[in-house]
């Protein structure tokens, strides 16, 4: 790579339990598996890590950093004390070598004061999942989480830790948007949308489904209310991505190219096994991990060929879906190569549904109007 620093988001699957149960959730069926990771595997991890990034840092003459997103089920269903040898142990074998960084993805459900200062301090930023509206976040007796979350989540951001939300859109919430974009607004926090996606488990998720159009409507009603508002520095994500590449596309420059898998790998996923998957990949099928950073040396698990297949599948997605794309150069392929595959839809003849295709068309013409005003608005806040 010719970049001096170069970045990958590790998402660390520390535990399928979760005190929630909710209704859309892809890890519904592991929801009461108590199973974690040790202290002693993710030393393991760690040093596995070090020891691939050091050698490989010193071959390129570039610099390695590794975010860490602790994910589940419930990641703070673990003890505070876990998480703070684990953070002293990432501290010690990475030193001042690989530099790492380390956010967590919680229901923010409960919010003791261990856990608060544990987020305080231990964390570089928090990322909370509220709904806002739908009631599909519930307890173990069906109650809803959202008046209890929203109220954690006021406290939390009162002590200024950095927080992010997540919000699903589902056929409950939908007509909801613009609910839900005044309920960030009014703290003035970024958010990403997240659109329903199949699970996998039978009906699981039929209830709730909402159609392209639907999504699209929804995303198209999120542009409206951010570009009338003065608060949000940027849209709610994945609409902050399309907002660059359509500022791209306006001023005729070129975004990131598509890089190849092997020269740098942006996304990991670590379950809670060890066992790991590239992002656009089936998550959870077997035949698509490329191996176990418990038990083999990174290096190999790279050099493998599961890894090699994952890398084909990525270059197909972008020469099927992107090449023809008014907006390929300026986007560079990630919206198709790096989603997870269970967020994709197809048009039943192999090809990909790409949102970010008529969201950007969308946002293009809106800003047409706003040019120069916006666009310098935003390069300027990116």
Request: with cysteine; glycine share 8%.
């Amino acid at each position: 790579m010719n970049s001096t620093t170069r970045n990958m988001q590790i998402v660390v699957k520390v535990s399928k339990f979760c005190n929630l149960r909710c209704k859309y959730c892809y890890e519904y069926p592991e929801l009461g598996n108590r199973a974690a990771m040790s202290r002693a595997q993710l030393l393991t991890m760690y040093r596995n890590l070090r020891d691939h990034f050091q050698a490989a840092d010193e071959r390129d003459g570039a610099r390695t950093a590794l975010d860490f997103i602790w994910h589940g089920g419930e990641p703070l269903m673990q003890p505070a004390q876990f998480y703070r040898q684990t953070l002293a142990d990432q501290r010690e074998i990475f030193g001042a070598a690989i530099a790492t960084s380390n956010s967590v993805q919680t229901n923010l459900t409960v919010l003791d004061d261990e856990r608060r200062q544990l987020l305080a301090d231990g964390f570089d930023s928090v990322g909370v999942s509220l709904d806002v509206a739908g009631g599909l976040r519930v307890n173990l007796a069906g109650r809803d989480s959202q008046q209890r979350v929203a109220a954690n989540l006021d406290a939390l951001v009162a002590t200024g830790v950095p927080v992010g939300c997540i919000s699903v859109l589902t056929a409950q919430n939908i007509h909801a948007v613009e609910r839900v974009f005044r309920f960030f607004e009014a703290r003035n926090l970024n958010f990403r949308v997240l659109p329903l996606f199949d699970t996998g488990e039978p009906g699981q998720t039929t209830p709730f489904e909402v159609s392209t159009e639907q999504e699209l409507a929804a995303l198209a009603r999120l542009v409206q209310l951010w570009l009338a508002g003065d608060t949000l520095q940027r849209p709610p994500a994945p609409l902050d991505d399309y907002v660059r590449i359509a500022a791209r596309y306006l001023a005729g420059e070129h975004g990131p190219r598509y890089r190849d898998r092997r020269e740098w790998l942006p996304v990991m996923l670590v379950d809670t096994d060890g066992s790991c998957y590239t992002y656009g990949e089936p998550y959870g099928d077997r035949a698509w991990s490329i191996g176990n950073v418990f038990t083999e040396p990174f290096a190999d698990l790279l050099a493998g060929p599961v890894f090699e297949r994952c890398a084909v599948e990525a270059e197909r997605r972008v020469a099927r879906n992107c090449l023809s794309c008014p907006f390929f150069d300026a986007c560079g392929g990630a919206l198709v190569a790096e989603t997870e595959a269970r967020e994709r839809d197809e048009d039943g003849h192999g090809t990909l549904l790409c949102t970010g295709r008529p969201m950007i068309t969308y946002i293009v013409d809106q800003l047409r109007d706003r040019v120069p005003h916006t666009v310098a608005r935003w390069r300027a806040t990116a």
